[in-house]
């Protein structure tokens, strides 16, 4: 008996330290791990930023920190704005639009269409740099809509009445409850023209485009990346490989080290963006959108 435990002491008595142990063995690998990582990003930190705009735009926010954090890195030289996003509400895709264009003052950002940069992300990336686009990428849809429902019909064969106490002419419009009238669909139209007419004017402003041709690139016009191109809604047509060294380039990065997402990160990414997305749409029957 003695004989076996001499024989497996090597392999038996680590693991006797570890059950007697647990917490202090658990603090000790923490250390290491961390120091490990430490060292690593001592060694190699990142100097190039890659930010994603990924589905509907319904809140700012989580791009937001991601460009304000790119902006007060010190070590970040450069950022690929990297956009596959069919637009969303307003105020967000003008809050993130200018949050690039405050960003590209202090470092370069290339926007880069990997699908579909149109309406709202289209104007998110209007003051990079330089716009890039995937050969296959839908761009533009510069345009403004706003929607509802009329539920008046079903609500008369099921026996549902609504109760309305307001204070002011234009409180109940775009309610879905009835028809618009023909003053509140007046109304609504001033303000889709102004936002539409604020869009146009940044676009304009941003590519070097002539508002008097906004009916060649603005209009509500879709177009692929080659159309794009022709009419000055994008720089290039070109891969994700080419935009990267674009970046590079533009911040003279000899040795590009990309800040790089891990996998959990990035499904966490993927997760958040679609749940806001999802109850964000299904909560909403009166939004105006770009």
Do not use: C
């Not at 889709?192 to 008097?212: E, G, H, P, Q, W």
């Not at 958040?272 to 959108?289: D, H, P, Q, R």
């Amino acid at each position: 008996m003695n004989f076996f435990k001499i024989l497996f002491s090597p392999i038996t008595a680590p693991i006797s330290f570890i059950q007697n142990h647990f917490k202090a063995t658990l603090l000790i690998l923490f250390i290491i791990y961390t120091y490990q990582n430490s060292n690593s990003q001592i060694i190699q930190k990142p100097n190039l930023q890659e930010i994603e705009l990924n589905g509907a735009i319904m809140d700012a926010t989580p791009i937001l920190e991601k460009i304000e954090k790119a902006k007060n890195d010190k070590n970040i030289k450069g950022i690929l704005f990297v956009i596959n996003s069919p637009g969303g509400a307003v105020a967000p895709s003008v809050e993130i639009s200018y949050a690039i264009k405050e960003l590209n003052q202090i470092k370069p950002v290339i926007a880069y269409a990997s699908g579909t940069m149109a309406s709202g992300s289209y104007y998110s990336a209007i003051w990079a740099k330089k716009i890039i686009a995937n050969p296959g990428s839908m761009i533009g849809s510069i345009g403004v809509i706003m929607q509802s429902v009329d539920i008046s019909s079903l609500m008369k064969k099921i026996g549902i009445k609504t109760q309305t106490v307001k204070s002011g002419e234009f409180k109940e419009a775009g309610t879905f409850t009835r028809k618009w009238t023909t003053q509140e669909k007046n109304e609504l139209n001033k303000v889709i023209k102004n936002t539409y007419n604020m869009f146009v004017k940044d676009v304009a402003t941003a590519r070097k485009l002539k508002l008097s041709d906004q009916n060649k690139y603005a209009n509500a016009h879709i177009f692929t990346s080659q159309g794009a191109k022709k009419v000055g809604l994008i720089d290039e047509v070109n891969t994700i490989n080419y935009a990267k060294k674009l970046v590079q380039q533009e911040a003279n990065i000899s040795k590009p080290i990309w800040n790089k997402k891990d996998k959990i990160e990035k499904l966490f990414d993927k997760i958040i963006t679609k749940t806001i997305s999802y109850i964000t749409i299904n909560s909403s029957t009166f939004m105006a959108t770009y």
